[in-house]
């Protein structure tokens, strides 16, 4: 079985360094694969449909962006849950916008779980670990 990995869509390089580095900083040694747009992680999920036979994994979750160019984290995410096998990948929206509108339309379209990112470093660096320790050592989800 090969290594589970998370998948970040966000288009901001600062935010995917300080990403990378929360992931550093709480010793965790996943791979994480990064797209910068919502197209990049169709295409990226597109790949690892087609290369199910090359037993290419699935992220353990995405952390999605909704602000994305060229496709939208609201499009990407009805894209992804209603599709018959990406469905099952849990999405982690993780956006600045905390808008109770935003928050409930991205549950009624599927998302697992819906972060506003954090302000600070420390706060982001506890986040990472949480939900990295939630989606792959709490919760049950389908192989």
Not at 59 to 72: A, E, S, T, V, Y
Not at 106 to 121: D, L, R
Not at 126 to 137: A, D, K, P, S, T
Request: aromatic letters at 10%.
């Amino acid at each position: 079985m090969q290594k589970r990995f998370i998948l970040i869509a966000e288009d901001d390089a600062d935010d995917r360094f300080l990403l990378q580095t929360a992931f550093e900083e709480n010793g965790l040694t996943d791979p994480l694969e990064f797209v910068e747009n919502g197209i990049e992680l169709m295409e990226y999920l597109d790949k690892v449909l087609q290369n199910k036979t090359l037993d290419m994994n699935y992220p353990g979750f995405i952390l999605l962006d909704l602000n994305l160019p060229k496709k939208d984290g609201r499009e990407v995410l009805k894209e992804i849950k209603q599709h018959p096998e990406l469905r099952k990948i849990p999405v982690v929206v993780f956006t600045t916008a905390k808008n109770e509108n935003e928050i409930k339309r991205c549950y009624e379209a599927g998302a697992n779980s819906y972060v506003v990112k954090p302000v600070s470093f420390e706060a982001l660096v506890n986040v990472i670990r949480e939900l990295r320790n939630y989606w792959f050592n709490t919760a049950s989800v389908p192989a």
